[in-house]
Nanobody
């Protein structure tokens, strides 16, 4: 089992920045692929960014490429999502997830989920 706790969500104006954090416990963190998903009201959950076990291979959804960065600190058991130049359409509940296979790039391999943190982009 893997327990995931997200933090860092909130209300931000368009063009602003937020950094989401997710701390994992219950399994050796440096073997896990990690990712961030989001779900806006009335929409399906979508895969925003993923990172492999080593932190050296990443995926970022086209719609956020150049604005969002995923990173992983194995010493702190934490994965981050740095979000810059936020837009209203980024408003959603953001979920952290863990991939026990370690690859982090295939949304079908994510088995563990956090509770989610709300990000609202509004003026």
């Amino acid at each position: 089992q893997v327990q995931l706790i997200e933090s860092g969500g909130g209300l931000v104006q368009p063009g602003g920045s937020l950094r989401l954090s997710c701390t994992a416990s219950g399994r050796t963190f440096n073997t896990l692929g990690m990712g961030w998903f989001r779900q806006a009201p009335g929409k399906e959950r979508e895969f925003v960014a993923g990172i492999n076990w080593s932190g050296l291979i990443t995926f970022v959804k086209d719609a956020v490429k150049g604005r969002f960065t995923i990173s992983k600190d194995n010493a702190k058991n934490t994965v981050y999502l740095q979000m810059n130049s936020l837009k209203r359409e980024d408003t959603a509940v953001y979920y952290c997830a863990a991939d026990p296979a370690g690859r982090g790039l295939d949304m079908r391999e994510y088995d563990y989920w956090g509770q989610g943190t709300q990000v609202t982009v509004s003026s």
